[in-house]
């Protein structure tokens, strides 16, 4: 008897004559590039070095797309852009030593973010391996040890005939829920030697699918329909799992109210009558979720800034569904499911029985109403109308990125996202830098929409070097600069702490200036004339920079009260 595994695909004659007789002048780089396309990779970034030109060689003999950054960090940041738009694995090529280690925030934040990044970097040669003092550029005793407490998986090569392999196995862990950055290391001589290997004309690979425990969501299922008083956080896992219209089925067919976090914003309809909207820095909401009978957490740790800051404190029963096995009940006592949000909502779906409960939008208009009447109370009209203004200019399909800035966390708790997979920033892992090379990212990855990104001036010049990037390859980014003089939100926290700030205060540029010194336009504008300036901006084609110089307020914690 055959089996269907036991069928082997032969070669066809013309495939064979190509492996017998592959072309000259390929080299160990030419299987990198070769395996990331038989992958379906179409684009690739970088920052090419020394150890590392094999790779960017190979690149001119391949049909991958190139985007060069100027710092590997902001490469980094446009490798999880791209990875978070297409869902697909970006490749993200780097050379040795100093030039792998600036990538390592990026990589924490893709991480942290569940970012699927392909990480492919040289290494010293073979001959300087092992963990000696042989005094080789960028040595390092060893590399890979840098990267393991920030990336999902290493994969080390150490021969050509290892590296589709290698490739391909990274891939499947990138892509395998909970998505994430991965390693790969090839040293420069393998990369550089030429191989007669036949060229690379396959690599499908199968993430393997991550189902919920049936008897699990059989629980969980008959608490959420018994409950009295449900309700559910939506997490980016919802956002990833592209499972934002189960979820609202789910919600609708429970009538429970439902809360994103800053990492799941538009994963349920802001303006539903069921939306708590994202309002997770704030006690009224707390409170709410606190109260619930049967809480659903879906896609969610209920880290830090999910549970204002570790204040909240659950009465009831709490399903947690958690693709990533270590945020599972790390934080609180759980039904804990670990599985796809996807996967898990439709088996709930299938399962769960009808409630209805004629007081729960009566209940979400109640603590928004709080929510609203908290904010209005601390005058912080300015912050109210810029955020409104940048809602208004953006079109509702179009991408953002944002920075860690005063503004973004505004934008964490009231932007409506308008869709799923639309508003993205550095929450996960809190570097900055991260709104404009990652807005460009997203740029490669769609050219239909334009694309913001918000920065403070302080975490723009982070990222001042990427105006070449965004001129070079003409990319639809505006990028708005809210210009303070500082760092703003660490101005406030020490001002709070301590009476007075320190080391908050900075000399920056003239942003318009140096933006057109590049080629790019730039406009600098008001409250008053934000929201037609930026939106004709977005709506020119190529790159942009819009400078409001403004001081904006955070508006009060409730965790410290």
Same mark, same amino acid.
């Given at each position: 008897?055959?089996?269907?595994?036991?069928?082997?695909?032969?070669?066809?004659?013309?495939?064979?004559?190509?492996?017998?007789?592959?072309?000259?002048?390929?080299?160990?780089?030419?299987?990198?590039?070769?395996?990331?396309?038989?992958?379906?990779?179409?684009?690739?970034?970088?920052?090419?070095?020394?150890?590392?030109?094999?790779?960017?060689?190979?690149?001119?003999?391949?049909?991958?797309?190139?985007?060069?950054?100027?710092?590997?960090?902001?490469?980094?940041?446009?490798?999880?852009?791209?990875?978070?738009?297409?869902?697909?694995?970006?490749?993200?090529?780097?050379?040795?030593?100093?030039?792998? !280690? @600036?990538?390592? &925030? /990026?990589?924490?934040?893709? +991480? =942290?973010?569940?970012?699927?990044?392909? #990480?492919?970097?040289?290494? *010293?040669?073979?001959?300087?391996?092992?963990?000696?003092?042989?005094?080789?550029?960028?040595?390092?005793?060893?590399?890979?040890?840098?990267?393991?407490?920030?990336?999902?998986?290493?994969?080390?090569?150490?021969?050509?005939?290892?590296?589709?392999?290698?490739?391909?196995?990274?891939?499947?862990?990138?892509?395998?829920?909970?998505?994430?950055?991965?390693?790969?290391?090839?040293?420069?001589?393998?990369?550089?030697?030429?191989?007669?290997?036949?060229?690379?004309?396959?690599?499908?690979?199968?993430?393997?699918?991550?189902?919920?425990?049936?008897? !699990? @969501?059989?629980? &969980? /299922?008959?608490?959420?329909? +018994? =409950?009295?008083?449900?309700?559910?956080? #939506?997490?980016?896992?919802? *956002?990833?799992?592209?499972?934002?219209?189960?979820?609202?089925?789910?919600?609708?067919?429970?009538?429970?109210?439902?809360?994103?976090?800053?990492?799941?914003?538009?994963?349920?309809?802001?303006?539903?009558?069921?939306?708590?909207?994202?309002?997770?820095?704030?006690?009224?909401?707390?409170?709410?979720?606190?109260?619930?009978?049967?809480?659903?957490?879906?896609?969610?740790?209920?880290?830090?800034?999910?549970?204002?800051?570790?204040?909240?404190?659950?009465?009831?029963?709490?399903?947690?569904?958690?693709?990533?096995?270590?945020?599972?009940?790390?934080?609180?006592?759980?039904?804990?499911?670990?599985?796809?949000?996807?996967?898990?909502?439709?088996?709930?779906?299938?399962?769960?029985?009808?409630?209805?409960?004629?007081?729960?939008?009566?209940?979400?208009?109640?603590?928004?109403?709080?929510?609203?009447?908290?904010?209005?109370?601390?005058?912080?009209?300015?912050?109210?109308?810029?955020?409104?203004?940048?809602?208004?200019?953006?079109?509702?399909?179009?991408?953002?990125?944002?920075?860690?800035?005063?503004?973004?966390?505004?934008?964490?708790?009231?932007?409506?996202?308008?869709?799923?997979?639309?508003?993205?920033?550095?929450?996960?892992?809190?570097?900055?830098?991260?709104?404009?090379?990652?807005?460009?990212?997203?740029?490669?990855?769609?050219?239909?929409?334009?694309?913001?990104?918000?920065?403070?001036?302080?975490?723009?010049?982070?990222?001042?070097?990427?105006?070449?990037?965004?001129?070079?390859?003409?990319?639809?980014?505006?990028?708005?600069?809210?210009?303070?003089?500082?760092?703003?939100?660490?101005?406030?926290?020490?001002?709070?702490?301590?009476?007075?700030?320190?080391?908050?205060?900075?000399?920056?540029?003239?942003?318009?200036?140096?933006?057109?010194?590049?080629?790019?336009?730039?406009?600098?504008?008001?409250?008053?004339?934000?929201?037609?300036?930026?939106?004709?901006?977005?709506?020119?084609?190529?790159?942009?920079?819009?400078?409001?110089?403004?001081?904006?307020?955070?508006?009060?914690?409730?965790?410290?009260?």
């Amino acid at each position: 008897m055959t089996h269907d595994h036991d069928l082997v695909l032969r070669p066809t004659a013309a495939q064979t004559e190509a492996a017998l007789n592959p072309p000259p002048g390929r080299n160990g780089g030419d299987l990198v590039v070769e395996s990331l396309a038989g992958l379906g990779a179409t684009t690739v970034f970088g920052l090419p070095g020394q150890h590392a030109l094999g790779m960017f060689d190979a690149l001119r003999r391949s049909d991958l797309r190139y985007i060069g950054l100027r710092v590997e960090n902001n490469a980094g940041f446009a490798a999880d852009a791209y990875g978070r738009v297409t869902g697909e694995a970006a490749p993200l090529l780097l050379s040795t030593g100093p030039g792998a !280690l @600036t990538s390592l &925030a /990026a990589l924490q934040e893709a +991480r =942290a973010a569940s970012a699927p990044v392909l #990480a492919v970097s040289s290494q *010293v040669p073979t001959a300087g391996l092992g963990g000696g003092r042989h005094g080789y550029l960028h040595e390092l005793p060893d590399q890979a040890a840098s990267f393991r407490g920030v990336v999902k998986s290493v994969h080390t090569v150490r021969t050509q005939s290892q590296i589709p392999s290698a490739i391909a196995e990274a891939w499947t862990s990138a892509l395998t829920v909970p998505h994430g950055p991965v390693w790969v290391e090839i040293p420069q001589d393998v990369l550089l030697a030429e191989t007669r290997i036949p060229v690379v004309t396959g690599g499908d690979t199968f993430p393997e699918e991550l189902p919920p425990r049936p008897e !699990l @969501t059989a629980v &969980a /299922a008959d608490l959420l329909t +018994r =409950a009295e008083r449900p309700a559910i956080v #939506a997490g980016g896992g919802v *956002v990833r799992a592209d499972a934002s219209k189960k979820l609202r089925q789910l919600a609708e067919r429970l009538q429970a109210p439902v809360v994103t976090t800053f990492g799941g914003k538009g994963a349920f309809p802001w303006t539903h009558p069921l939306s708590l909207q994202s309002w997770l820095e704030d006690r009224h909401t707390t409170d709410f979720l606190e109260d619930a009978d049967v809480l659903l957490v879906v896609g969610s740790g209920l880290g830090e800034l999910s549970s204002n800051y570790h204040t909240f404190k659950p009465r009831g029963r709490m399903i947690q569904i958690e693709a990533d096995l270590g945020k599972l009940e790390s934080n609180h006592p759980a039904l804990g499911i670990h599985a796809d949000a996807r996967l898990a909502l439709q088996a709930l779906l299938e399962t769960v029985g009808e409630r209805t409960d004629p007081s729960a939008p009566e209940r979400v208009r109640a603590v928004l109403d709080k929510v609203r009447d908290r904010i209005a109370a601390q005058e912080l009209t300015l912050e109210q109308d810029v955020l409104a203004a940048v809602r208004e200019a953006l079109p509702p399909g179009a991408p953002s990125f944002w920075d860690m800035t005063i503004l973004a966390y505004w934008a964490w708790s009231a932007f409506d996202a308008k869709a799923p997979n639309t508003m993205h920033s550095a929450q996960g892992a809190g570097g900055l830098g991260y709104g404009f090379p990652a807005a460009l990212g997203a740029a490669v990855a769609d050219p239909t929409h334009p694309v913001l990104a918000v920065s403070g001036d302080g975490g723009a010049l982070y990222s001042v070097a990427e105006l070449a990037t965004a001129r070079q390859y003409d990319l639809n980014v505006t990028w708005l600069i809210v210009d303070d003089g500082g760092y703003g939100i660490l101005r406030e926290y020490m001002t709070d702490a301590f009476g007075a700030p320190t080391a908050t205060e900075l000399t920056r540029p003239d942003y318009v200036a140096l933006a057109e010194s590049f080629g790019v336009p730039g406009v600098r504008t008001s409250p008053q004339t934000l929201a037609a300036d930026l939106a004709k901006a977005l709506a020119a084609p190529g790159p942009s920079v819009v400078v409001l110089p403004a001081v904006l307020r955070m508006f009060a914690p409730t965790h410290l009260e």
